[in-house]
């Protein structure tokens, strides 16, 4: 976007206002949880963080103790890519002010304590646009030396007008470019250098949108890294080289991701939008998610600590404040792999936008609260850095095994885990040679058997159970052959041959009573799924089937009146799973609109396969593709999630690379998935040999990704207290 073709200064000292410093805890500028019963999402070197009100928070711990438990399903804090500059999220701003050289309002020294003021804690960053055409080097050292002197960090946007791409590689801006070479060398701190960013518009000299000869994507690409390789030549090592896209393209020939210049040239990759609100003609209010998700989403192949380089909302046409509040709300959960946030603040000409950070004072308050919810950062080896964690035995060998197959970049801090299992777990429907009408079953043989193929232990055995059908004394043979495995007994629950309407009408009721009573008395933990799928028109209950009886509303309540049964009973060994297929088939269909209420669901989950080529309307799909827009949308749940069904067919593809990919991307893009329930049979008529053993590669593979994870151990059990990671911290929060 054109954030620098104009610009007059409006942000004056003025005009800031305090409203007072933000929370501290122990004298450290922590908040703490309310209440020391908050459940663990995270832990790191400052202790054990949970989420309170929508926000992250210092969990409380017994005051005689220094050490916090980090449970084994959350890894380490290396998991989030973080760089090695800052030791967790950090924040910055570009500070607009009343020097105007030559036509920049700059961050001077007034100007950063101004904003300082405002928000209540110290800049990490400090943002820095140099123009070539304008401003040289002993001018840009100026403010290189107010950063240092506050002891933040200078990132400099560099930006070549009036050259283009080709300019750059023709070395028309050689001259320029080693005065920059010889200076930052000699300077000796370090600095992050972000050239050719927003490429993918059409308002700067080097954008593709602008010109896509000159400025061919491949051609900035090699423009960026020909600026690398000088600063190689001269020999410096103090430079981080920042890439950043524009969260949306502008122009003939441009894409998100096409002048990436490659790993070995970048150090962070970031990503530059705003809210415009309506104050444009053609803007309309947009929230965080709409800005950045389609960047986030592509730039996020890229292996690289990622972070918000410029951003900022209008206050015109919605309401600012809880703007910033539902950013901060959905970045843990939606944008996990976001390490920093830096703030455009200035006010813009000509009704571009007021950008500045202090446009009301609920915007103020929204900004604090939020990075209130963050420990302040610190900078990796350097005086200030806080006391690292020591790692247990346990933890090192967990990452050794899994450095190939999960990816550093895995967000951990927005898992919602449950209250059964520690970790990722894994589970399967294990088909075989017993039917039972038309069924085969999870018996011990079919187990044993399943387990001897993966090599590992099942933690949860997968059972479909149809009411027309199964009866109590029937499913539990079943449950017995679980029990005895040492496994957890998911039942899928398919009132066949009713739909939701006869459920309501109580026409299942016998039927419901007789489970109700053998649950109770078996004690055992059972998962129950009832009603999966109902976003299909393949089952008697599915909305596309009949959108009448199975009106989305009424199979919500139908879900819910089978919980209201069993709480009537007093059964309290039951979890709840709500189950949304991949995709909509049929009228009256949508992806959460069966939900039946936070109160009546344990765990959320999908259902989803890859057909290949087995069918003639299918066609080879990626993991990602088969779950993509069902994960997006019910993500909104609080609630764990996790694959309740999935399979990949060999037609059409590689099986064993659809689930090594599957394996790789899980905890950069699908970070909420905390376990995978495999489909192993292969079934009739061409539908798709969904057997996990199809190929001794399938299994290989799946093999591997699992072996990234430690076993999942139930919670609860004597059985936990072995595997727990013991992290010794600096900072306990206590009343």
């Not at 711990?61 to 030791?87: H, K, L, M, W």
């Not at 593979?701 to 992290?727: C, D, L, V």
Request: proline fraction near 4%; charge should be negative; glycine fraction near 8%.
């Amino acid at each position: 976007m054109k954030m620098f073709m104009k610009l007059v200064n409006a942000l004056t000292v003025a005009g800031l206002f305090v409203t007072g410093s933000y929370a501290k805890c122990l004298s450290e500028e922590f908040l703490c949880c309310s209440g020391s019963n908050v459940e663990v999402q995270y832990t790191d070197n400052n202790g054990s963080w949970g989420i309170e009100n929508g926000i992250r928070c210092l969990i409380k711990q017994d005051e005689s103790s220094n050490e916090v438990v980090q449970p084994a399903n959350q890894s380490s804090s290396t998991d989030v890519i973080y760089g090695d500059t800052f030791d967790s999220m950090f924040f910055g701003a570009w500070v607009g002010g009343n020097e105007v050289l030559p036509e920049y309002p700059q961050p001077n020294a007034k100007n950063v304590a101004a904003f300082e003021a405002v928000q209540g804690r110290h800049l990490d960053l400090i943002h820095h646009f140099v123009i070539w055409q304008y401003n040289d080097w002993e001018w840009t050292r100026n403010y290189l030396d107010v950063a240092k002197a506050n002891g933040s960090l200078m990132m400099i946007t560099w930006m070549p007008t009036p050259y283009t791409a080709q300019d750059i590689l023709d070395g028309k801006g050689d001259e320029y470019i080693d005065t920059f070479v010889k200076g930052i060398k000699s300077y000796g701190e370090e600095i992050w250098l972000r050239p050719l960013h927003e490429s993918n518009g059409d308002w700067y000299t080097w954008c593709t949108g602008k010109d896509n000869i000159n400025n061919a994507e491949e051609k900035v690409a090699a423009a960026f890294r020909y600026l690398v390789k000088k600063f190689r030549e001269g020999n410096v090592t103090n430079v981080k080289w920042v890439w950043t896209t524009n969260n949306g393209n502008s122009g003939e020939g441009t894409t998100l991701t096409g002048s990436y210049p490659g790993d070995d040239f970048v150090d962070y990759i970031s990503i530059d939008g705003y809210n415009f609100g309506t104050a444009q003609s053609w803007s309309s209010w947009s929230t965080f998610e709409e800005v950045f998700r389609d960047a986030y989403d592509a730039i996020s192949k890229f292996q690289k600590p990622m972070f918000i380089a410029e951003f900022s909302s209008s206050e015109l046409g919605g309401n600012k404040a809880e703007w910033i509040s539902e950013m901060f709300r959905i970045l843990p959960e939606r944008f996990p792999r976001i390490i920093g946030l830096v703030w455009f603040s200035e006010s813009k000409p000509d009704n571009e936008g007021d950008w500045a950070i202090n446009t009301s004072e609920a915007a103020v308050e929204a900004w604090k609260k939020g990075m209130n919810a963050y420990p302040q950062a610190n900078r990796k080896n350097s005086n200030n850095s806080i006391e690292k964690p020591v790692e247990t035995n346990e933890v090192a060998a967990f990452k050794s095994v899994s450095s190939d197959v999960a990816p550093a970049s895995s967000a951990t801090t927005s898992v919602i885990m449950g209250d059964t299992f520690d970790s990722m777990f894994f589970g399967a429907w294990v088909g075989g040679d017993e039917v039972l009408p038309e069924y085969p079953q999870p018996n011990a043989k079919n187990v044993a058997a399943f387990e001897a193929v993966q090599g590992r232990h099942l933690d949860i055995i997968h059972h479909f159970v149809i009411w027309q059908y199964n009866d109590w004394e029937w499913t539990r043979n079943y449950l017995d052959v679980a029990k005895a495995n040492g496994s957890l007994m998911m039942i899928t629950w398919m009132p066949t041959p009713y739909t939701a309407q006869d459920i309501l009408d109580g026409k299942g009721d016998e039927y419901i009573d007789t489970f109700v009573k053998g649950i109770k008395s078996y004690g055992e933990e059972i998962w129950l799924r009832p009603l999966h799928e109902s976003n299909g028109d393949w089952y008697t209950w599915c909305t596309g089937k009949d959108n009448i009886n199975n009106a989305e509303e009424k199979v919500a309540a139908a879900f819910r009146y089978l919980v209201k049964k069993f709480r009537e009973g007093n059964v309290t060994n039951v979890k709840w799973v709500w189950t949304t297929n991949n995709g909509n088939s049929g009228e009256g269909t949508t992806l959460t609109g069966s939900y039946p209420g936070d109160d009546f669901v344990d765990y959320i989950s999908i259902d989803g396969y890859n057909f290949g080529t087995a069918q003639s309307w299918s066609s080879w799909s990626t993991f990602e593709e088969v779950f993509r827009d069902a994960y997006d949308a019910i993500s909104k749940f609080q609630k764990p999630m996790f694959i309740a069904e999935f399979s990949s067919s060999e037609l059409g593809g590689n099986k064993a690379e659809w689930i090594s990919e599957m394996f790789r991307i899980l905890p950069e893009r699908f970070p909420r998935i905390i376990g995978l329930v495999w489909f192993s049979e292969s079934k009739p008529d061409n539908e798709g040999d969904w057997a996990i053993n199809t190929s001794e590669a399938a299994v290989e593979a799946w093999k591997k990704g699992m072996s990234a994870y430690p076993p999942a151990k139930r919670i609860g059990s004597s059985e936990t207290q072995n595997i727990n990671f013991h992290i010794k911290t600096q900072y306990i929060c206590t009343d």
